[in-house]
């Protein structure tokens, strides 16, 4: 069973991200859009890949400002143009407007106030 955790993991791809990000992200997106069901463990149901997206989305941002992330003896370098273009095409493949959640200071607070 594919949990709506696990579709937003693979949303955010190969950025390392903490679970507590990914299931505040997934908060977030179930109050602002009533969706009492939107749980990180529920089973995913393929009507809701656009809250998946929103919710990916908001992970992303939450490391944008971010060079790198070191956990044990394993470290992770990105920047922002790769995550600004992660972002990109999930708002393609899903049908959302990236100038929606591309700002220069994006957070998750000012981004659930522009939905």
């Known amino acids: 069973m594919k949990t709506n955790f696990d579709r937003v993991k693979a949303e955010v791809g190969a950025y390392e991200v903490s679970r507590n990000a990914v299931e505040s992200a997934i908060e977030k997106v179930a109050e ?8 990180a463990d529920s089973e995913y149901v393929p009507g809701t890949l656009k809250y998946v997206a929103i919710a990916a989305i908001y992970v992303l941002n939450g490391v944008r400002g971010y060079k790198s992330v070191r956990e044990g003896d394993v470290s992770k ?4 143009q ?3 273009g992660r ?3 999930i708002c ?3 049908g959302l407007s990236p100038d ?3 700002t220069e200071k994006n957070t998750v607070n000012n981004l ?4």
Do not use: C, G, K
């Not at 370098?77 to 922002?80: C, I, K, L, V």
């Open 32 to 39: 602002r859009y009533a969706l009492p069901s939107f749980l």
């Open 77 to 80: 370098e990105w920047n922002d």
């Open 92 to 94: 393609q493949e899903n």
């Open 87 to 89: 972002i990109r095409v």
């Open 112 to 115: 659930t106030n522009r939905w």
């Open 100 to 102: 929606r959640f591309l």
């Open 82 to 84: 790769e995550i600004d």
